[in-house]
């Protein structure tokens, strides 16, 4: 055998493993259990699993109001995102983007690194009392496994683009992963203004675990209406969790 070929069924072999990893991954996911509505809903997370508990004890949960901003000399975000979108996955909760090693996010001088991106409609976060039609969570990690999520709105408005491009990438069947058609940048997902409320929070899905930093961008992006209608079609269910209490957190700006 030449070593082309050999090198070819290699990384046909390193994409075949990848591939069977997500769905692994997505099969647990849907074995949870965990839902959007009925029995299986946000008012059961806790209960569904030992692991779930923070989703009825946390005292600080999220997603939340965004009201009451303290005033702060918050630090510009660092963002150094390289087009290295990996692969789209519609999970059976959301539509999600996987991300290569590589791209981060600095905060409060604190380094994480880009793992994935998300999308829920509408959205989970809402800025006094408003919700959005849709919110993007770009979630990361550090070294230490500590979590930080840069959250996006999107206000109806002109048809955006990148989503466009997304959307159509989407597999039909939940648990599946399609690719992407060219090289993409989460960049693509930011307005030009990156000012940002801050706070401290969870992650939004079971097991609602806390110490999560969060960081919401002030000024939305645009979707079109039929992009919105598309993806709630895609994915059968409107996917945010309800508001959970402030309880006394400070939300910076």
Known sequence: MSSRCAFKLAALALVMTAAAGAAAEAQAQ????WAYTGPAGPEHWATLDAANVA???????SPIDLDDFIDSDLEPLVLDYQPTAVGILNNGHAIQVGYAA???LTIEGRSFELKQFHFHSPSENTVRGKHFPLEAHLVHQDANGNLAVA??????????AFLDTLWAAVPAEAGKQGPLPAALSALSLLPADR???????SLTTPPCSEGVVWAVLKHPSTVSKAQVEQFSAMLGFANNRPVQPR?????LE
Do not use: K
Request: with cysteine.
């Open 247 to 251: 309880n006394a957190r400070p939300v």
């Open 30 to 33: 849907h074995a949870s259990h």
């Open 102 to 104: 590589g791209s981060s």
């Open 195 to 201: 000012d940002y409320y801050r706070f401290n929070g």
């Open 151 to 160: 959250a996006v709105m999107f206000a109806e408005g002109a048809e955006n």
């Open 55 to 61: 989703c009825g004890t946390g005292r600080n949960q």
